[in-house]
């Protein structure tokens, strides 16, 4: 938030168009922000594709060591190198898978938020959002790393995210239960994981949850490279329990399969099930 405000101050408002947000999460959100605020366009770069923050209209902004998603504006565009974004990490381009193919349950749980909640729902983002999962799923033997096919396909996902949260009006096509997980991990962890590396871990279990196939999920996260259980997220089995247990409390009004809560014994069980922890 400091640096947000630090590039308002530095902006000379005759002379800006719009802001260029160039590089990874951070600086997209603070570019992302600062735009809103100062009542201009901006125009997303990303160096990396971790996660669908590069498209979509919330930024996620750290004030006073908490972290809370902000509604802003979306990027009226975005320019993506598939060259440079190739050149970056696997981890990252992995974790953006993360985002993706926890779309699945994001849009299951916004269909049972409409059939219980009777929420808003758009039968159109609700499947560009689901389809988009699923291609990427059934094409995790083609992420590869350090291959600029593999880097286009990640972006085309995300941006078909944006799109869809965009149809929506609202971030419900891309965020449930899973991401009120990664939300409450981001609190609770000492050392969080990257956002799509959590909510993808998140995903398999609240597929379970779901009564879905959760084996899916996991297999295609494995296959990419991305983290399937705690251990490879970093993260004590302790604090996964504990973001199972308050994960409800994140964003109360938006009903998810989480419902009024799990209890500490069902967590245990959910993540041993689904081979999050031993
Ligand atoms: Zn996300």
Same mark, same amino acid.
């Given at each position: 938030?400091? %640096? ?11 002379? @800006? $168009? ?21 009542? &201009? ?18 930024? +996620?902004?750290? %004030? !006073? +060591?908490?972290?809370? *998603? ?5 990027? $009226? ?10 050149? /970056?990490?696997? %981890? ?14 994001? $849009? ?6 409409? @059939?219980?909640? !009777? /929420? ?11 389809? #988009?999962? %699923? ?6 033997? *083609?992420?590869?790393?350090? !291959? ?12 078909? *995210? ?7 009006? &609202?971030?419900?096509?891309? *965020? ?26 998140? +995903? ?18 494995? #296959?990419?490279?991305?983290?399937? !259980? ?12 504990? /973001?199972? $247990?308050?994960?409800? #409390? ?9 419902? #009024? ?10 993540? @041993? ?6």
């Amino acid at each position: 938030m400091e %640096k947000v405000e630090q590039l308002i101050k530095e902006i000379d408002p005759k002379k @800006r $168009v719009f802001l260029l947000g160039v590089g990874g999460g951070k600086t997209i959100d603070i570019a992302k922000l600062a735009s809103q605020r100062i009542k &201009s366009s901006f125009i997303s770069v990303p160096t990396a594709a971790s996660h669908d923050g590069i498209v979509s209209s919330r930024a +996620s902004i750290t %004030k !006073n +060591s908490i972290s809370a *998603s902000i509604e802003a504006e979306p990027p $009226v565009a975005v320019v993506a190198d598939t060259m440079i974004i190739s050149q /970056a990490p696997h %981890k990252l381009l992995a974790s953006g898978c993360g985002d993706i193919i926890s779309k699945c349950t994001a $849009v299951r749980d916004w269909e049972l938020a409409h @059939r219980l909640k !009777n /929420a808003k729902f758009s039968e159109y983002a609700s499947h560009l959002s689901m389809m #988009t999962a %699923k291609i990427l799923m059934n094409s995790a033997q *083609s992420i590869k790393p350090g !291959n600029t096919e593999s880097a286009r396909m990640v972006v085309k996902a995300l941006v078909a *995210s944006g799109v869809a949260m965009s149809i929506a009006g &609202s971030s419900q096509p891309a *965020s449930g239960s899973e991401h009120k997980f990664n939300h409450a991990l981001n609190t609770i962890a000492p050392k969080p994981a990257l956002h799509g590396e959590q909510c993808g871990v998140g +995903s398999i279990m609240m597929m379970y949850l779901h009564g879905g196939n959760w084996q899916k999920i996991r297999q295609s996260l494995e #296959t990419i490279g991305a983290p399937v !259980n705690a251990e490879e997220l970093g993260i004590e089995p302790e604090y996964i329990i504990k /973001a199972l $247990v308050a994960a409800h #409390t994140i964003r109360p009004e938006r009903y998810t399969i989480l419902g #009024t809560g799990l209890t500490k014994e069902a967590a245990i069980k959910l993540a @041993r099930i689904t081979q999050v922890i031993d």
